[in-house]
């Protein structure tokens, strides 16, 4: 993968998303091991910038960078100069002065992580910009699919709620069209409006009309940070229309994967016994986290050498 950065999944091919889900295949198992470490980082050094508030995402960035033997250092809004007044460029140019090798930045502005990218010679990782998109999170997502699914060409993944706002749905929407599948949006239509059509997606505004024939549902959290006023009447409302409970997962197939990038807010989004079903693979897309992160790491900051598979180092 000939990249410095990963900004996002719109301008990404298929055979480099194959690739960086068929590397965190073979860092899985470096998880799995009494010592949880890899050589292939050695000496560098990998920073975490989250002007927003993350807990997986950031815990397995830093995991991930850990295991493959980075030095890292983490900040966070709260703790940083910013609350000074300092600006993202100057905070920026003063970790330049500290000689990092990557930088994994989450910002509530859409387009922080491109700004970086184009002013410094590291690596930029997005975890997140404003409702653009969290590459890494729709590729985790990616490789769980493609665990159960065997492959994602021709699958239909119903992505349900707030869609407009989730910078987690366009990188899955991107993402996932490119690897061949049918991407099927729900949600009221001030969260799921009609112009998404060109994102390449079909829109829905009911989820039983999209949760029969779903090989996977992707169920959203609601931005409440990023609403206006009356974009939303109430809580029970939205879980009465839009929340995936035992009732409406009855009528999806047997096998269909229930996924949902956190954090859960129960008995809004999904019930607790959905969320805790046999068919959920929540926590699996947390362990996929990891790996995903740990192969995006490696590819972009060109690592040594893993072989055939993690154990090779």
């Known amino acids: 993968m000939n990249r410095k950065d990963m900004l996002g999944l719109r301008d990404v091919s298929r055979e480099e998303i194959t690739e960086i889900l068929n ?57 940083s100069s910013t609350k000074k007044g300092e600006t993202l460029m100057d905070t920026a140019r003063n970790i330049d002065a500290m000689k990092p090798d990557a930088i994994i930045i989450r910002h509530s502005a859409a387009g922080a992580p491109h700004m970086l990218a184009k002013a410094f010679p590291w690596s930029v990782l997005n975890a997140g910009d404003g409702i653009n998109e969290h590459p890494s999170q729709a590729l985790l997502d990616m490789l769980t ?52 059509t060109h994102l390449g997606v079909e829109v829905r505004h009911s989820i ?36 995936l409970d035992l009732d409406r997962l009855n009528k999806a197939r047997p096998d269909v994967l229930v996924m949902h990038p956190g954090p859960i807010n129960r008995g809004v989004e999904m019930s607790p016994a959905v969320a805790d079903g046999k068919q959920s693979v929540i926590l699996e897309q947390v362990t996929n986290g990891v790996a995903v992160r740990m192969a995006l790491l490696y590819l972009l900051l060109g690592g040594e050498p893993i072989g055939g598979d993690a154990n090779a180092v």
């Open 23 to 79: 590397t965190a295949e073979r860092f899985r198992n470096v998880s799995e091991r009494q010592i949880k470490k890899v050589p292939t980082l050695r000496g560098r050094t990998v920073v975490t910038f989250f002007m927003e508030n993350s807990t997986r995402t950031r815990m397995s960035f830093d995991l991930a960078a850990k295991r493959l033997s980075a030095d890292t250092l983490g900040f966070s809004a709260s703790s």
């Open 145 to 196: 699919m493609r665990d159960h699914l065997g492959t994602l060409e021709g699958k239909t993944v119903a992505i349900v709620g707030d869609v407009y706002h989730s910078r987690v749905a366009r990188s899955n929407i991107f993402g996932l069209t490119t690897m061949g599948a049918k991407v099927v949006v729900a949600g009221p239509g001030t969260m799921c409006p009609p112009s998404m």
């Open 208 to 243: 039983d009309e999209v949760v029969e024939d779903a090989d996977v549902v992707m169920m959203l959290r609601i931005q409440r940070e990023r609403l206006q006023p009356g974009m939303m009447s109430t809580v029970n409302e939205y879980s009465r229309f839009y929340g």
